[in-house]
C-alpha cells in the first residue's frame, strides 16, 4: 500500500490540530502569567496581553517561597531516583537471569503489586512511618524508592534484559566477573534505554507526588513543590496570573529532564526495530 | 561448569533480589493485611488507649447502616445521624468516583487509541509530534490541574469565551428558527456546577492520557504490515482491515489499558482535593478524598477509613478480575 501524499498531507494536519490541542491549556496559561491582574478579570480581555509582563514570573518567586519548595523537591528526587533504578535494575536482574526457589512466586508477586491500589496502602503506611518517627521528615518518601522502586520498573528492566543475548554475561561470567560487575558493566550500559525510562518515570513520580507529601509534611519550609503550588490556591487565589506563572514554573524541570531523556529512550525505539 | 554457574547464581542472586522482596514484603503485603485488621477497628491513630476491637461494624455502618450492628465502646460521630441506610457520604463518594471512571476510562481509551492510529505512520518529524503527544502525561499534576481550573473558569477562563464566540458565530442561523437565537443558551460552569463538574474533570483526564497511547503504538507496530497489504488486495476496506486485523491484534493492549486505567481513575485524589468547592454540591467528592478525609481530618477515624480502603480494594480487585477473566472472550492472542 502506497501512502498516497493527499493521506499524508491529511495526516500532517490531523496530527498538528491535535498538538495544538494539547499544548492548547499550557499556551493559555502562558499569556495570563504575562498579563496584568486588571486586563485578567475583564470582560473585554484581549486574547494576548497588550504588555508583555515577566515581571509576574518575579513575583509568583516571591509571593511564597517558591526557590525554596523546587530545592525541596530536588533533593527528594535526587535522592529518589537513584535507588528507584538501582534497585529495579537488580531485581530485574534477577527475574531476567538468576533461578532461585519459589521464583514462580515473586513473579506473581511482582503482578500483584502492580494492581494493589495506592489508597489502600496509605494509611497502614502512615501509622508504620509514624511508628518508626518519620513523620515530617522525607524518608517516607524517599525510603521506598529504595526498595524495588515501583513494580512497573522492575517488569521495565525485566523484559529489556531479557532482549539482551546470554552470551555476553556468559563471556563475563567465564572471565571471573561477578553479577554486580555483570550487570553495571555489562547489561546496564546496554540497557541505557530501560534507565532512560525508569529515571524520568520515577522522576516524574516523585516530582508530582502529591498525596504523600501532604500526608507527612506538615512545615511550608519543607513542602516540595507540588505541595508548594496550593498555597497559591489559598493565599492569592485572585492573583490568577501568579498562580498560572508559578506552575509554568513547577513544570519547567520536567519538561527539561523530559526533553534530555526522551532522546535516549527514542533511539532505543528506532534500533530495535531495524 | 554449570553447577557452579548455579551456585554462585542462587547465592548472590538473594542480595539482587533483597530490596525487591523487602519493599514487597513491607510496604505491600503487611500493610495490606494491617489494613484489613485496621478495619476491624476504632483507632484514632494516637495510643493503644484509643484503640478498640469493633469486629464488622464498620462494615456494617458502610454498607448497610448501623442500625442492627453490634455497637463498640466507642460510639461513632455518624452513628446517630442515618439508620438503616449505608454511610450516605461513603455511598455518594462511591457513587461519584464509579461514575467518573465509567466516563473517564472509556473516553480516555478510546482517544488514546485514536491518537494512536495517528502517530503509526512512517512519516518524516513523527518523532516530534509522539514526544509533543506524551507531554501532557507527564506533566499531568498539581500544576496542571491548577492550569485547567483557570481554562475552565466559567466567567472568564479561554474555554467558555471560546464557546461564546461558537454561539456568536451560529447565532444568525439559530435566529432563523428561535426568536431569542443563541441569546438565551447557557455557558456551562464547569467546576462551578453540580452538572459540569464531572464532565469537567473527566476532560482533564482525559488530557493527561499519554501513557495508554504509547501502549497502544508499540502494539499497532507489532501488526504486520503484509495481512494488512493481503486484505486490501482481496477487497477489504479501511473499515474492515481495522476491525478485523488490526483490533483484533490490539486486544491484549485494550485489556491492560482498561484494568491499569480503571485502577488509576478509581483512585485519582488529586482533581478531588484541589478542585473541591461548594458549588458542586460534592459533586467531586471521590472515594479517594473522602478515606483522606475520614482518616486524616478530626475526629481521625484510621480504622473506618481502612474498611473504606478494604472495600474500594475487594471492589477493584474484582472488577480487575472480572475484565482479565473475560479475556478469553475477547482478548486475541497469538500462538
Given at each position: 500500500m502506497r501512502v498516497s501524499s493527499t493521506a499524508s498531507v491529511l495526516r500532517y494536519a490531523a496530527l498538528i490540530a491535535v498538538a495544538l490541542l494539547l499544548a492548547a491549556p499550557l499556551l493559555a496559561a502562558f499569556t495570563i502569567a504575562l498579563s496584568p491582574i486588571e486586563e485578567v478579570y475583564s470582560t473585554t480581555r484581549p486574547t494576548f496581553p497588550t504588555s508583555l509582563h515577566w515581571s509576574n514570573f518575579f513575583d509568583a518567586i516571591e509571593k511564597v517561597p517558591f526557590l525554596r519548595f523546587i530545592a525541596n523537591s530536588m533533593l527528594i528526587v535526587m535522592f529518589a531516583v537513584p535507588g528507584a533504578i538501582l534497585t529495579s535494575a537488580m531485581a530485574g536482574y534477577a527475574f531476567a537471569r538468576l533461578q532461585w526457589k519459589g521464583k514462580k512466586a515473586c513473579v506473581l508477586f511482582l503482578f500483584c503489586s502492580l494492581v494493589v491500589p495506592a489508597q489502600v496502602l496509605l494509611i497502614p503506611h502512615f501509622v508504620l512511618f509514624s511508628w518508626l518517627g518519620w513523620v515530617n521528615t522525607y524518608k517516607p518518601l524517599i525510603v521506598p524508592a529504595w526498595l524495588g522502586g515501583g513494580a512497573f520498573n522492575v517488569f521495565l528492566f525485566w523484559q529489556f534484559f531479557r532482549t539482551i543475548p546470554r552470551d555476553y554475561d556468559d563471556a563475563a561470567r567465564l572471565d571471573g566477573a561477578s553479577h554486580w560487575f555483570i550487570l553495571t558493566r555489562v547489561m546496564l550500559p546496554i540497557a541505557k534505554p530501560a534507565v532512560a525510562a525508569t529515571c524520568l518515570l520515577s522522576f516524574v513520580y516523585h516530582w508530582q507526588e502529591f498525596q504523600k507529601p501532604l500526608i507527612y509534611l506538615s512545615d511550608f519550609r519543607t513542602y516540595p513543590v507540588a505541595l508548594g503550588l496550593r498555597m497559591y490556591q489559598a493565599t492569592g487565589g485572585s492573583w490568577i496570573n501568579l498562580v498560572m506563572a508559578a506552575s509554568l514554573l513547577a513544570l519547567v524541570p520536567i519538561l527539561v529532564v523530559f526533553l534530555c531523556l526522551q532522546r535516549h529512550i527514542d533511539t532505543a525505539k528506532r534500533e530495535s526495530k531495524t | 561448569?554449570?553447577?557452579?554457574?548455579?551456585?554462585?547464581?542462587?547465592?548472590?542472586?538473594?542480595?539482587?533480589?533483597?530490596?525487591?522482596?523487602?519493599?514487597?514484603?513491607?510496604?505491600?503485603?503487611?500493610?495490606?493485611?494491617?489494613?484489613?485488621?485496621?478495619?476491624?477497628?476504632?483507632?484514632?491513630?494516637?495510643?493503644?488507649?484509643?484503640?478498640?476491637?469493633?469486629?464488622?461494624?464498620?462494615?456494617?455502618?458502610?454498607?448497610?447502616?448501623?442500625?442492627?450492628?453490634?455497637?463498640?465502646?466507642?460510639?461513632?460521630?455518624?452513628?446517630?445521624?442515618?439508620?438503616?441506610?449505608?454511610?450516605?457520604?461513603?455511598?455518594?463518594?462511591?457513587?461519584?468516583?464509579?461514575?467518573?471512571?465509567?466516563?473517564?476510562?472509556?473516553?480516555?481509551?478510546?482517544?488514546?487509541?485514536?491518537?494512536?492510529?495517528?502517530?503509526?505512520?512512517?512519516?518524516?518529524?513523527?518523532?516530534?509530534?509522539?514526544?509533543?503527544?506524551?507531554?501532557?502525561?507527564?506533566?499531568?499534576?498539581?500544576?496542571?490541574?491548577?492550569?485547567?481550573?483557570?481554562?475552565?473558569?466559567?466567567?472568564?477562563?479561554?474555554?467558555?469565551?471560546?464557546?461564546?464566540?461558537?454561539?456568536?458565530?451560529?447565532?444568525?442561523?439559530?435566529?432563523?428558527?428561535?426568536?431569542?437565537?443563541?441569546?438565551?443558551?447557557?455557558?456551562?460552569?464547569?467546576?462551578?456546577?453540580?452538572?459540569?463538574?464531572?464532565?469537567?474533570?473527566?476532560?482533564?483526564?482525559?488530557?493527561?492520557?499519554?501513557?495508554?497511547?504509547?501502549?497502544?503504538?508499540?502494539?499497532?507496530?507489532?501488526?504486520?504490515?503484509?495481512?494488512?497489504?493481503?486484505?486490501?488486495?482481496?477487497?477489504?476496506?479501511?473499515?474492515?482491515?481495522?476491525?478485523?486485523?488490526?483490533l483484533p491484534q490490539l486486544t491484549p493492549a485494550i485489556l491492560f489499558n482498561l484494568i491499569t486505567g480503571l485502577v488509576a481513575s478509581m483512585q485519582s485524589f488529586n482533581y478531588a482535593y484541589l478542585l473541591y468547592n461548594r458549588a458542586q454540591e460534592d459533586g467531586l467528592l471521590f472515594v479517594s478524598l473522602q478515606i483522606y478525609r475520614t482518616a486524616f481530618e478530626p475526629p481521625y477515624r484510621l480504622g473506618y477509613a481502612s474498611a473504606m480502603a478494604c472495600i474500594l480494594f475487594v471492589l477493584l480487585l474484582g472488577v480487575s478480575l472480572f475484565a482479565f477473566w473475560s479475556r478469553r472472550i475477547w482478548v486475541h492472542y497469538e500462538s
Open positions: - | 561448569m554449570k553447577p557452579t554457574l548455579q551456585r554462585t547464581s542462587s547465592r548472590s542472586g538473594s542480595l539482587f533480589l533483597l530490596p525487591w522482596l523487602i519493599g514487597v514484603a513491607v510496604l505491600v503485603f503487611a500493610p495490606l493485611m494491617f489494613a484489613w485488621v485496621l478495619s476491624f477497628v476504632e483507632w484514632d491513630g494516637s495510643s493503644q488507649q484509643h484503640l478498640s476491637w469493633v469486629g464488622s461494624q464498620h462494615y456494617c455502618e458502610l454498607l448497610l447502616g448501623d442500625a442492627e450492628s453490634p455497637r463498640g465502646p466507642i460510639a461513632s460521630p455518624s452513628s446517630s445521624a442515618s439508620d438503616q441506610q449505608a454511610d450516605p457520604m461513603f455511598y455518594k463518594a462511591m457513587r461519584n468516583s464509579v461514575t467518573f471512571s465509567l466516563f473517564a476510562v472509556p473516553l480516555s481509551l478510546f482517544s488514546a487509541f485514536a491518537l494512536a492510529m495517528l502517530l503509526n505512520a512512517p512519516l518524516r518529524g513523527i518523532a516530534w509530534f509522539r514526544s509533543l503527544f506524551y507531554m501532557p502525561h507527564v506533566l499531568g499534576g498539581v500544576a496542571t490541574v491548577l492550569i485547567w481550573s483557570w481554562v475552565l473558569n466559567p466567567a472568564f477562563g479561554p474555554l467558555n469565551s471560546i464557546i461564546q464566540t461558537a454561539y456568536d458565530v451560529i447565532d444568525p442561523v439559530v435566529r432563523l428558527f428561535h426568536k431569542s437565537g443563541t441569546a438565551a443558551w447557557p455557558l456551562p460552569g464547569w467546576l462551578m456546577s453540580k452538572t459540569w463538574c464531572k464532565p469537567a474533570v473527566v476532560l482533564i483526564h482525559v488530557w493527561t492520557t499519554g501513557g495508554a497511547v504509547f501502549i497502544f503504538l508499540a502494539a499497532l507496530q507489532r501488526v504486520d504490515p503484509d495481512t494488512h497489504l493481503a486484505a486490501h488486495l482481496d477487497g477489504a476496506n479501511a473499515w474492515q482491515r481495522l476491525r478485523l486485523i488490526t
